[in-house]
């Protein structure tokens, strides 16, 4: 804690797996309020799914792309607030985001001022106003009940105090919807329209994993609305890079250490409470064994089964074996002239190419556009990244066949570029760099287990009270990251890391 302006060294040690921007910011808090504190990660750069790579002059975004909680009061703000460093210049996104159904030519456009917003949504899915003003109404009592810093799900009487302490009478508006998903609240207000559920579907497979039929009435209420001021979606200057650039900039000037390509291999418990971590520094091959007093690992719950092997509780490894196969991704990198962007291109688009089948089998692209000036890439160049959802197993499947995951790939891009040649002015001479990478590229780069991005999934059962804690049955080992409330993104993730950072200061 800071006392007088001089920061007093804690003598607990504090080792922190994997410099996501969950990691990331534990740590970077963490230094800051006087722990000793070691990050490791097994990428060559920091920042996980939410880190860039460079080609030809092109800076493209790995895995995020927009930021929400950059606004006054929001996460990322608090979080840099407290560290005493400034926010990455960032513009807002506006619309946040233009959604294409299948053959039509005009988007419906997620405004950024609510009245417009409003306009909007009643101009395409007339009769659905009282569905909104109801999402409307749970962002707010979530959104406020959020900013109290609630603890979920709760898993002592510390975590249970701070939970009861940010509720207030109209939190207890939003407990009658604990158990109703967005499909059942369709339904209930008559609403069979298929663009609605549709463009929900999309949206909501973006921020929750699965659908409106799937998707927790409250998470959606709050994942929909912070597109609107007073919140907001944000594009970074420079790439999504300046945000880990900005957390590993505090965690060093607080005495932290940052390690990259060191992977940690297994977690160390005695007697129900972790002691160390084994660590392999990828470039000498050397192993060693790293004490902690407390372990906060920054990876998906299926990876912490794999790290703590025997040490796992054995319901905690049943629970995890149950989980719904998570998503992965596809995504596809082109490096462009910007003839092939079309004028007044909005800076995300989302397009569906049919109804049929499941939305995000491979049949609809999330799409984020550079502009000029914005460091992505050399003037007059442009960067496209268009993301689908993909089944990870299909990834795996004959893993030993090269070839037929290489011709998996190569489809896969040919459909992506041949798709987004029906907005973009996209020919050999216009494209300058193509790259894709599948959930092997992201096992690869991120260590996700096979490749599966984006969290648990926000269905009744694993969203919020039902989620994954931060405190784990392993005493002292904190997990952090999307596999816990209130979920994927990187605001998200930052949530998730002031919940253990408060935990572990209540344990010291
Ligand atoms: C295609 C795509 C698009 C997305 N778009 C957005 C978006 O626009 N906006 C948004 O907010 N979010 C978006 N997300 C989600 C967001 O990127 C993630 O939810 C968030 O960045 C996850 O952060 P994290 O800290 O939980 O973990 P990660 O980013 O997964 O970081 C974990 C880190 O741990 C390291 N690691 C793992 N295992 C080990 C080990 N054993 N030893 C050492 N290090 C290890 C990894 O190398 C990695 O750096 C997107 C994700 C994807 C994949």
Known sequence: MRSGGIRQAKAQRIVVIGAGIGGLTAAALLAHRGYSVLVLDQAIVPGGCASTFKRKGFTFDVGATQVAGLEPGGIHHRIFSELGIEPPAATPCDPACAVYLPHETAPIQVWRDPQQWQAERQRQFPGSEPFWQL??????????????????????????????????????????????????????????????????????????????????????????????????????????????????????????????RHTVQRILTENNRVTAIEICNQKTGDVWVEPADHVIANVTVQNLVQLLGDAVPTGYRRRVDKLPTASGAFVIYLGVKQDAIPANCPPHLQFLYDYDGPIGENNSLFVSVSHPGDGRAPEGYATVIASSFTHPTIWWNGEAASDSYQSLKQHYTDTAIQRLGQFFHLTPDTIVHVEAATPRTFAHYTGRDQGIVGGIGQRISTFGPFGFANRTPINHLWLVGDSTHPGEGTAGVSYSALTVVRQIEAES
């Not at 939190?171 to 059942?184: E, S």
């Not at 609240?185 to 929750?208: E, H, I, P, V």
Request: proline letters at 5%.
């Open 135 to 260: 999402l409307a109404d749970l962002f707010r009592y979530s959104w406020a009940f959020q900013s109290r810093d609630p603890v979920l799900p709760p898993r002592d009487l510390w975590d249970l105090a701070q939970l009861v302490q940010a509720v207030r009478p109209d939190t207890l508006l939003t407990l009658p919807h604990t158990f109703t998903t967005v499909g059942q609240m369709l339904r209930a207000y008559g609403l069979t329209d298929r663009r609605l559920k549709t463009f929900l579907d999309l949206q909501l497979k973006l921020y929750s994993q699965v659908d409106a039929d799937e998707t927790a009435l409250l998470y959606a209420a709050t994942a929909l609305g912070v597109s609107q001021e007073p919140q907001g979606l944000y594009h970074l200057q420079g790439s999504m890079q300046a945000l880990s650039d900005c957390l590993v900039q505090a965690l060093e000037r607080d005495g932290g250490k940052l390690l990259m």
